[in-house]
């Protein structure tokens, strides 16, 4: 068993790190960090907990340690805002810890991975390049709208290529962590504007479908365009999306290359791998994101409605779960990966 | 005062209509049909009442009536399916009738005018070439999440053509009538399948900004992909749009076309046309469902967020009511500019 | 025309003074008052209005003045918080100024009017007690949860007496104000705690119903037990209420001492006096939030649901809108009834 | 193992129990009974899934049967409506199937037991007094509202004796079942009536907190008022109650009657049985429905709010998973005691 440290415990990604690291067959949660107000208190005190199962036995009488560089761990996942991210992730990699973060702070640096284990596990050996003059490093998970999309995005880019992507999101409030959206914003209502999130989706599929050259990664090539709405939703990113494709291609060509997908790193059977990276629906309703953000656990993608698109080529609906695939989820299966290609190990303190 | 009557009456398209004719300066409801359950008793007792206000005392105690070819009314708003609606307004118009209907039936057959006010006023003379061998006609208005999207199209028409759209809506609840969407469907969820819908956003654009030849209708041919999904809003269509321009146009002056484009009927005065055909938010966050569905009564389109489309030219998001502006609203407006234009009087009977 | 000023003009209550304000016959809003970080902007731009209607344009350049003892206004509608009301609104009143207030900070205090119109409109001769050295005075309405019973139990008290009181509310988001309720606790959810709440409910029914000899006022001695929840409603305080009646009743008397419920200041015609003080529904599935708390443009209350109780005498369901009859519409009512009673005038400065 | 069948397989109950017997260690599903619509169909087909997980592999592609008397299963669930219940439970119990129903229709019936095993285990002896001239017979668990409450009342009634109760329920959406509420009553809205409900609440607990006198149920003597409200909730039935107590209590005692009780199947182990029969909650804000409703996984009752009642003796709330602990898993775990208690087993068919 490897130790784990969680930065930024209290907070809505660092419970959901609690969550789910709970009975992890590889990590064990040995370090929960959070911020001054909560540092001395236990767990269960500190944390406002909003999950819909009981504070984990394991952690609730854990005492929240101060955010410093030495943590009583192996390495650490960092739930952190990007303000703090910006200067605890490099201290920490310095220090010697392996930084599995879901911060935005590092992802668009060029020798820092932006990792979707299905999509570009090869991008791992970045961490080479970086040079923090110790055993540490800093890999990074995508924003939680653009995993998706990407994972959508990759059966197509293999067997096709894709040119041009419209995307228009319906994000879940908890996105946006805690207390995050006002109700009477929420509430049978839609904001149209989520802050930097475009942003994000135009350049960060780029980045993780782009391909390694020695130690350099070249990005895609894919213009991106995106519309990001907060809808009242409690768990699970919709995204309607057309796509361009640089060949021809049938419907029924798309809808095999989405269906016979297989994860690259299927036969490494990570713990946190769904059985189906990606599933595909028939049914025109599905997926929903009340009923099927769960799939595989959360770690599943969604795909429905395939079908002709009459500006571009083709048009469908993805959905994925925004905490778990999207965030936490996505994480862990970081650090299992990293793990597998002998890239985390116990640390000599 | 015209007598106005209301088919299909009891239904949440009906109820909308006795709500927004109580106390209409020019028309009066004198005659409200429903099926057979409800006929003769008195509307109050037959009508399962959904709005936020109550039943008008005018109409609460009136008997409903049966439908058939004598009604004590000038002419008819027709909030009634399409299934039966395919046999009633045909019936009604030869019996010399003006239907003024919100039903998909006739809303695309080349003789008869689907119509928006402020878009295609002209495309009433279709009226003439309708033969009922009586005074009867039908004139129809498109489809509520139509209405929004060609709002906005007409001023980028009129002012650089428009090619191509790319839109995803987010459609209210109270689209689907009532009972509608079962509530387990709805809450905290998004169904990415409206039944028919996404064809009639590819069409009824075409037909509304068409040019009328004579008395031939030539549709505009902008190419629309539609991506449409059910929401747990209340009331107002949001819609996501992108769109490719024939000609060349900065981001100021798409604003410009947005912002001082003029109701071709502004000079009318007609009693439903709101002081602000098209308004366009500044802050980034608006326009919402929850607060700005009900701008101008329920009849003004929202603009906001117009920025450039990676993929296309521009982008932005439209929001506009869908029971009043996007049905009973629409159709009582269109019945306003007949009344303007000399196609409605008082019935010799 | 009395000339209004707004405290705390940007929240939540303030907005909804703004609006209804807007039009009325007797008050003109001349003073727009929050704290610095507004002061000096115009309206529009200082606050983040959540209404569902536009910013009225006869206010929203105005620029926002800091707290003073020196507005340019005949009297204040107060909608601070407690916190900054403590001190705010003695030393308006101490400046002269008539300070009708919506803050919970003198509610209590015994020679504080706290004052619904329909319910203890005598109570207002509490003002002559109070002493402030100037013109000035305090008269409160009472919290949003308050109101509605205490409108519900006035008849029955009149009428019976009422010995005990058992009521759980179902407590709209917009009574928490803004950002107030996190959405991720609001949606699909039930908070069963509301701090203050409970107690509020215990004390204010007394004081209201209570008996004024002389300038003392006699708390009514009714026994109440509350249950508050806040749910995800935007607009309604519905709450189920059980009573223990002093002397016999019938239900058909229960029923009727509601119906026949005259306002004792009907014969004023006060602007925002709703025609039905209370309204009472038959249909047991009624009131509900979404439709019924605007009756009476949000002044009346409904009843509904009466039948015996097993365990007291009677029970029944109450609904009455939070921010308008429960907050800034009954402060205007409030005013309204002192400017009838010659207590409300210019001032003179 | 033994083999179960489920009628109404494809109702919102049946599928619920096709969810939680998937993987269970005694019971094993071999027979889905629906009606004729969907009979011969393979599940999957006949089946509009709404459940969060996936239909398990497992029945999928099993065929609908009809009902009959002459299913491939040792024992039947039933999730049958009243209507199709009252004929088709007596119609299977003469065949010589232990009914094990949700269905309401014999619920009251003397020689029915009404059983939730950590209240009353023992009235499953009811069973001998059925006569079937079979070896079949009828179990009913009781209605969604009444689980949660009667599980609260047990230890005060056991410990002080409990002499009134006030309870106002707010309902989840899924009560209802599917397609159930229109989304237009339930979005942002409380429905302040549930047809029956409230007589149920006033009956059941008295039953099953009855004593048993050889083979005769004398129901214990509670004076029950009930208030039931449906609200905007996914799943958990929320209750605010009020109790008057026969002896003296302290809150303190009433707290430890609460945290100590014991369930009286605790030793028998059952696959469904929670580690903690009641959880109280010390935290004034909870329990709240999203968050708790599954603890235990959904068969654990949440108690919170202890605090004296001004009117009665005390007051608390109380939730309970009004489909699993409420429906579905209340009456496996029904079935489970039957099966300790020699009471179920194979059938020689």
Redesign the interface.
Known sequence: MLRAGILGATGAVGQKFVELLDGHPWFETTALVASGRSTGRQYREAVN??????IPASVASMDVLPLGDDLPCDFVFSGLHASIADQAEPMLARAGYPVISNAKSFRMHSNVPLLIPEVNPDHTSLIKVQDWQSQGYIVTNPNCSTVGLTCALKPLHDTFGVN???V?T?QA??GAG????????????????IGGEEDKL?HEPNKLLGTLVETELLPASI???A?C?R????EGH?E?V?V?LESDASKDEVHDAFESSVSPIADLHLPSEPKKFLHVFED????????????GAGMTVSI??IRS????DY?F?VLSHNTVRGAAGGAILNAELLMKQGLLGTRNT
Chains 1, 2, 3, 4 share one sequence.
């Open positions: 907990w909003i999950g819909a199962t009981e041009a992507v419209q228009t319906m409030l908890s805690y207390p995050g959206v006002p109700s009477l914003d929420a509430l049978a209502n839609i904001v149209p504007f135009v213009t991106i365009s519309q709405n809808v009242p939703v409690l919709m309607c057309s361009k025109e309703r599905f997926p929903q994101p009340r009923q099927h953000s769960n799939l429905g409605r698109c009459e500006v571009l048009k609906v």
